[in-house]
C-alpha cells in the first residue's frame, strides 16, 4: 500500500488557505445601504425590497406568463399570489405602508415641495390686498 508521500498520491491539505475578505470601501457599503421603494403606482408592491411578511409566508417564484418570465409573490399561507398591503401579515422595513395598501414613500413622489420663489410669489399676492376688501 502506498502512502500520501509517495509517487501517485497528492496529499491535500485538511482546509483551504485563509483568504482574507475584500475590504468593502464607503460607497459600497452605503450603496448596499440604500435601498428605494418600488410601488406600483400608489400601491404597495410585494416584489419590493421592503416589503415584509410578518408571518415569513412570503416567497417569490418565477412564473411564465404569455411566453415571458416574470417573478411573481406567492403566500405560503394561502398558496396562491401574494394580496400585498391588503393582508394583515404585510409590513413595510420603512413603516410607509398605509392601511388602504398605498405606499406612502409613493404618495409623498407625488406632490413636489414648491420652490422658495414661488412660496416668495404667493406672499407678496398676499401682501398686496388690503384688509378693507376682507370686511
Known sequence: MKNADSEGYRSRPLHQPYKPHR????????????????????????????????????????????GRVLKVAQCRLTGGDCISGECQYASCRLNSLLPDGKCAKALEKKFSRPSDDEIFKEMMKVEEYDISDFK
Not at 464607503?26 to 419590493?48: D, F, H, M, T, Y
Not at 412570503?58 to 411564465?64: A, D, G, T
Request: aromatic residues 4%; hydrophobic residues 30%; glycine residues 2%.
Open 23 to 66: 475590504p468593502i470601501h464607503r460607497e459600497e457599503a452605503e450603496k448596499e445601504r440604500r435601498v428605494s421603494p418600488q410601488p406600483i403606482g400608489e400601491k404597495c408592491n410585494p416584489l419590493c425590497p421592503l416589503f415584509t411578511c410578518t408571518r415569513n409566508a412570503l416567497f417569490v417564484i418565477n412564473k411564465p406568463i404569455k
